[in-house]
């Protein structure tokens, strides 16, 4: 694994697959801050590869994954995805979410998404890369999910040609119904001004995590702590809602992520105001077809998949969905390697 110097990784919560490093950041007006790196650990290479002396397809690969709003890495088959192919899998937990949530802290609030920049410089360090990715000559794939898919897009916009690939599960490119983005952003940032930690009503009726729940399958487990992963989402505060009015509209002028992106969607957005079978088998977050279009202004290379019947997070999906997404990543991923 990584050379992390005198770094103390500690078993993680996910169990023997996997350890977690706590990164100590800078304090804020909230007390001491931390994110937290979970790395897989990867089963040995069978000794049959190790006579042909045969190299894992992604053996010189490290991936970075950065979860959504409201969530936490817990993705055991995500990581599994990568390690069976010879790459390192590192997740990150950002400041304020998950396993680097502290007592007295707002869940999730930052008032600038480059903040982040701190976060994701201290987990390519532990990594072994260095903080600015250019101390190994392994490759980086930066893995993002929802808003974890916009932080990374505009880390990887204003650090060119730090990754090498970029791939992202349903991220957050613009606001829901992207007229209203223009509409609101003035009032938005008028609030964030004068009263950041405003909370808006909370309007999420818990559909998504009742959809997950309907889909889940036995065969796949998903165990998923509710202190960090709550039915309902968290509590939406206006500079922290700025935060993410910004980003989009630093998507809408366009980026330049130099490296290919593959961005996965569903094939459809459901409204979810009532209750109905629809919700298990639809995007009930994004309206996807904003996404689809915000995905083309990333960079020069950018590759959109749509899946069928797929959920917000395409790999919690239901079973059929949920396979097809990973043979399109699988197919996207050879592709990619097979070029450079």
């Known amino acids: 694994m990584a050379d992390t110097g005198s770094a103390h990784w500690i078993p993680d919560v996910l169990g023997d697959e996997f350890e977690q490093l706590t990164l100590p950041l800078a304090d804020d007006d909230q007390g001491p801050v931390v994110a937290t790196l979970v790395r897989a650990l990867p089963a040995s290479v069978g000794w049959w590869e190790r006579v042909r002396g045969r190299m894992p397809l992604l053996h010189d690969v490290d991936v970075l994954y950065v979860h959504g709003w409201s969530d936490y890495f817990f993705q055991k088959r995500l990581a599994r995805f990568w390690t069976s192919r010879g790459a390192r899998f590192f997740a990150l937990d950002l400041r304020k979410y998950g396993r680097s949530l502290r007592d007295g802290q707002t869940p999730g609030y930052v008032t600038d998404l480059a903040t982040y920049d701190e976060d994701i410089a201290a987990a390519l360090d532990a990594m072994g890369r260095g903080a600015d990715a250019a101390a190994s000559p392994r490759r980086l794939v930066l893995l993002g999910h929802s808003t974890g898919g916009l932080t990374l897009s505009l880390w990887a916009s204003r650090h060119p040609g730090m990754a090498d690939a970029v791939i992202l599960n349903s991220p957050w490119l613009e606001f829901q119904f992207a007229a209203a983005r223009a509409a609101i952003a003035p009032m938005v940032?008028?609030?964030?001004?004068?009263?950041?930690?405003?909370?808006?009503?909370?309007?999420?009726?818990?559909?998504?995590?009742?959809?997950?729940?309907?889909v889940a399958d036995p065969d796949d487990p998903m165990e998923v702590d509710l202190r960090w992963r709550p039915q309902q989402t968290m509590a939406v505060h206006a500079g922290w809602l700025h935060a993410i009015l910004s980003g989009h509209r630093t998507v809408a002028?366009?980026?330049?992520?130099?490296?290919?992106?593959?961005?996965?969607?569903?094939?459809?957005?459901?409204?979810?105001?009532?209750w109905s079978d629809e919700l298990t088998r639809a995007d009930t977050v994004l309206v996807v077809e904003d996404i689809a279009r915000a995905a083309l202004r990333l960079g020069p290379s950018v590759t959109v998949e749509r899946i069928d019947g797929a959920l917000h997070d395409v790999f919690l999906s239901a079973h059929d969905a949920r396979e097809d997404a990973y043979r399109r990543l699988d197919r996207w991923v050879r592709g990619w390697r097979s070029a450079g």
């Open 253 to 274: 002028a366009g980026l330049s992520i130099t490296a290919p992106v593959c961005v996965l969607l569903s094939a459809r957005f459901a409204s979810p105001t009532r």
């Open 189 to 214: 940032e008028l609030q964030a001004r004068l009263r950041p930690l405003d909370a808006a009503p909370q309007i999420d009726l818990g559909f998504y995590s009742r959809a997950q729940e309907a």
